[in-house]
C-alpha cells in the first residue's frame, strides 16, 4: 500500500479519494483534503458502529472483529 499522494508507505489511513490509502501529511497538505479526510473518517467510523476501533492502519472497525490478543488502549482488560 501506497500513500495516493506522496508514495509513503508509513502510517498509511484509508481517508483519501474513494478510499484510497493516504499518510497524515497529504491528509492534512490543503484545507480541502482536511475537510475530504475528516468526512471519510467520519463516514467509516458511523458504519462502524457504536464502539469502533480507531488508530491502526484499517480505519474504523467494529470492535467485535478484533482479534482476541489485540490490545486496545481506553478498554478495561478482560482480567482486571
Ligand atoms: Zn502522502
Not at 500500500?1 to 508509513?10: G, Q
Not at 478495561?76 to 482486571?80: F, K, M, Q, S, W
Given at each position: ?10 502510517d ?25 479526510t ?30 482476541p490478543?489485540?490490545i486496545?488502549?481506553?478498554l ?5
Open positions: 500500500m501506497k500513500c495516493c499522494y506522496c508514495k509513503t508507505e508509513n498509511l489511513r484509508p481517508y483519501g479519494p474513494k478510499g484510497s490509502m493516504v499518510c497524515f501529511k497529504c491528509a492534512m497538505a490543503t484545507p480541502e483534503r482536511e475537510k475530504e475528516g468526512r471519510n473518517f467520519g463516514a467509516q467510523q458511523e458504519a462502524a458502529g457504536p464502539i469502533a476501533v480507531i488508530g491502526t492502519e484499517v480505519g474504523p472497525f467494529p470492535v467485535e472483529h478484533l482479534r490478543n489485540a486496545v488502549s481506553g478495561p482488560r478482560a482480567e482486571d
